[in-house]
């Protein structure tokens, strides 16, 4: 089975702090994606990565940026967190997406509170 | 992307089929359909996905119809862990993007 594993289920930050959300796969995918997850605004793309230290922006990447120096390991970061970023943060990864049977495996999330 | 329709919630009694609607009447030619859930505090599951043919996978069975505008996810004998939501999406299969786009899903009550 697939396993995308985030370092915290739950993580409480206070305003101003550099937040470092870590993201790790172990099935060798190419392709990695942040997603953030509001109620009543469904998950939104923040970043995404097809390859080691390649990165695209996605939908809502002000106030964030990512890293991606090995392949299994993807990091987002918040470089200087605010009361809006607090949300469900969920990382995801795949195959490259030519590969029409292999869909993205999410992790269980992480739930930032930032004070 | 496709826009898909989904009916934002649905009952269903403990051993019986679940039959979930999907309407993607936008839905390009390369587009697949794909079926994700999301059970509270978890993180999205993926569930089963095609692009014409029914697909069916231990979990499930995914019908699209002949002109693929909608779909059905059918959970054959539904159990309460089976309470979830549950997404619909259509992406181009190619796409560099790879994306998903989740909209509001269904939240499917599995009752005793």
């Known amino acids: 089975d697939v396993k995308v594993t985030q370092s915290s289920r739950y993580l409480v930050k206070r305003t101003g702090e550099k937040v470092f959300l870590e993201c790790v796969q172990d099935?060798?995918?190419?392709?990695m994606f942040w997603y953030r997850q509001d109620p009543g605004l469904g998950l939104r793309l923040i970043y995404f990565s097809y390859d080691v230290k390649m990165k695209e922006k996605g939908d809502i990447p002000e106030g964030y940026s990512v890293s991606r120096e090995k392949k299994e390991r993807f990091s987002l970061i918040l470089e200087s967190a605010s009361t809006n970023q607090t949300s469900m943060y969920l990382c995801?990864?795949?195959?490259?997406?030519?590969?029409?049977?292999?869909?993205?495996?999410f992790g269980d999330g992480t739930r930032l509170s930032i004070l | 992307d496709a826009k898909t329709t989904q009916p934002p919630s649905m009952d269903c009694a403990e051993g019986r089929a679940a039959n979930l609607p999907c309407n993607h009447s936008?839905?390009?030619?390369?587009?697949?359909v794909y079926w994700y859930r999301q059970i509270h505090s978890q993180g999205p599951q993926y569930i089963i996905h095609g692009l014409k043919n029914n697909e069916t996978n231990e979990m499930a069975s995914l019908i699209i119809t002949e002109d693929r505008k909608s779909s059905t996810l059918i959970l054959p004998h539904a159990t309460l862990r089976d309470t979830a939501v549950y997404y619909c999406i259509v992406r181009v299969g190619s796409s560099n993007t790879g994306k998903l786009i989740f909209g509001q899903g269904t939240t499917l009550q599995v009752k005793p």
């Open positions: 995801a990864s795949s195959p490259p997406t030519g590969s029409l049977k292999q869909p993205q495996h």
């Open positions: 936008t839905i390009s030619g390369n587009e697949y």
């Open positions: 099935m060798d995918h190419e392709n």
